[in-house]
Nanobody
Framework: QVHMVESGGGLVQAGGSLRVSCALS????????MGWFRQAPGKEREFVAA????????YYADVVMRRFTISRDNAKNTVNLQKTSLKPMDTSIYYC?????????????????WGQGTQVTVSS
């Protein structure tokens, strides 16, 4: 059974930085593509970033490009999302996800496992 836990959310002022992390236990972490998604109240869950398991290729949504950085530590079974230049529009619950998604890392339905989410609030 896969268990995933996010951490690092909180309140930050616009223009600030924050890092959220996700720890996975129970299966072979290094083989999964890891993704970050976010969902604001009343909105659909949207793709933020992903990193593949084998080669560590990264993918980003246009709205976070050059502001967010996804990374993984296969020795610690963790994936991180470093966020800089935060904006109020980044306020959301951030979820990490794991799966064998092939080329469909942008689609939440292709992931098999999800964390419980962590709230990030950016004040103006």
């Amino acid at each position: 059974q896969v268990h995933m836990v996010e951490s690092g959310g909180g309140l930050v002022q616009a223009g600030g930085s924050l890092r959220v992390s996700c720890a996975l236990s129970g299966r072979t972490f290094s083989t999964y593509t890891m993704g970050w998604f976010r969902q604001a109240p009343g909105k659909e869950r949207e793709f933020v970033a992903a990193i593949t398991g084998s080669l560590g290729w990264t993918y980003y949504a246009d709205v976070v490009m050059r502001r967010f950085t996804i990374s993984r530590d296969n020795a610690k079974n963790t994936v991180n999302l470093q966020k800089t230049s935060l904006k109020p529009m980044d306020t959301s619950i951030y979820y990490c996800a794991a799966g064998y998604v092939g080329g469909a890392c942008y689609r939440p339905e292709t992931y098999d496992y999800w964390g419980q989410g962590t709230q990030v609030t950016v004040s103006s």
